[in-house]
């Protein structure tokens, strides 16, 4: 079993930045290809990011290129994703995820996944 724990959230003015971790254990770290989602009240949870397990690949919902970068630590066993230029419309919970896939691939869909943390979250005031 794999167990994801997010962190970092919390309030911030808009244009600040937020880092978020999610520590992943219960299988190597190398075999799981990671994702962040997230959902806002009364709307359905959405992509953001997501990153190959050969941490070379990486994709971006629209809505955040250019102001959100995944990364991940092998050595910490740790996904981050840097939120810049932060928004109001930024403002939900944020949840990581992990799939056990190809070296290469990046996972994008959130039915794909199967493994999840239990949120963590942000507030963007204006």
């Known amino acids: 079993q794999v167990q994801l724990v997010e962190s970092g959230g919390g309030l911030v003015q808009a244009g600040g930045s937020l880092r978020l971790s999610c520590a992943i254990s219960?299988?190597?770290?190398?075999?799981?290809?990671l994702g962040w989602f997230r959902q806002a009240p009364g709307k359905e949870r959405e992509f953001v990011a997501a990153?190959?397990?050969?941490?070379?690949?990486?994709y971006y919902a629209d809505s955040v290129k250019g102001r959100f970068t995944i990364s991940k630590d092998d050595a910490k066993n740790t996904v981050y994703l840097q939120m810049n230029s932060l928004k109001p419309e930024d403002t939900a919970v944020y949840y990581c995820?992990?799939?056990?896939?190809?070296?290469?691939?990046?996972?994008?869909?959130?039915?794909?996944?199967?493994?999840w943390g239990q949120g963590t979250q942000v507030t963007v005031s204006s």
């Open positions: 219960g299988r190597t770290f190398s075999s799981i290809a």
């Open positions: 995820a992990g799939e056990i896939t190809s070296w290469y691939r990046v996972v994008t869909g959130e039915l794909e996944y199967d493994y």
């Open positions: 990153i190959s397990r050969s941490g070379d690949r990486t």
